[in-house]
């Protein structure tokens, strides 16, 4: 079936350390984001990518990095300087066409906790 | 920046009640989404709005996009047990490329 991986499901970070989340998928979208959520907040955008080799900072970009050299690929990494990293993160792709028309798919996430 | 306003926060319902939950936009949007997340998963797509005026159904859910394309609501005809989980609205302003904006979500609880 085709959807959308996100891997671990669950990741512990030390402090001072750099994690990567690892964000698949298989249903051939160009676009690709990367959301944060918090308890009781709506979910923040970090980064996105409408292509291959090209991404975007969304609302609260530092402390964290992206790279997109596949097309079906997204992984985020969440560096040391991100202070407060403790939280569900959620990628998401969207079709093809204009951005602004296309529902984006989720993943069932990541949570990551500091040890 | 733009901001969405989703109303209310949390909801408690008794099975078979209809609820209705909204947000309203401080600028305008070409596109509303509806979103329902369960506990630990990713938000499932509900409902899609392309049209100012738009009335959407999907089974017991229904949608529209305002007229004046700043707000949306989803209604939920005779809940059940497994309506629960956290609703968020979504949206898109009026400009190529630009991301979508979420709701902080709305919390439905409902009780057999």
């Known amino acids: 079936d085709g959807g959308i991986t996100q891997s671990p499901k669950y990741l512990f970070r030390k402090e001072g350390q750099n994690v990567t989340l690892s964000c698949e998928q298989n249903?051939?979208?160009?676009?690709m984001y990367w959301y944060r959520q918090d308890p009781g907040q709506g979910l923040r955008l970090i980064y996105y990518s409408q292509i291959v080799n090209d991404f975007q900072k969304g609302d609260i970009a530092e402390g964290y990095s992206v790279s997109r050299e596949k097309k079906e690929s997204f992984p985020l990494t969440v560096t040391s300087a991100q202070k407060n990293p403790t939280a569900f993160y959620l990628c998401?792709?969207?079709?093809?066409?204009?951005?602004?028309?296309?529902?984006?798919?989720f993943g069932d996430g990541t949570r990551l906790s500091i040890l | 920046g733009q901001q969405l306003n989703q109303s209310p926060q949390s909801m408690f319902i008794q099975e078979g009640e209809d609820v209705s939950m909204n947000c309203t936009s401080s600028s305008i949007f070409n596109t509303w989404l509806w979103y329902k997340q369960d506990p630990g998963e990713g938000p499932v797509l509900l409902i899609a709005?392309?049209?100012?005026?738009e009335l959407t159904s999907n089974g017991r859910l229904t949608a529209q996009f305002g007229i004046t394309r700043k707000d949306s609501f989803l209604n939920i005809s005779a809940s059940i047990p497994s309506d629960v989980g956290i609703y968020f609205c979504?949206?898109?302003?009026?400009?190529?490329?630009?991301?979508?904006?979420f709701g902080k979500g709305t919390t439905l609880s409902v009780s057999s």
């Open positions: 249903l051939n979208h160009d676009a």
């Open positions: 998401a792709s969207s079709r093809p066409g204009t951005p602004g028309n296309q529902p984006q798919h």
């Open positions: 979504a949206g898109r302003a009026n400009q190529a490329g630009t991301a979508l904006i």
């Open positions: 709005l392309y049209k100012a005026g």
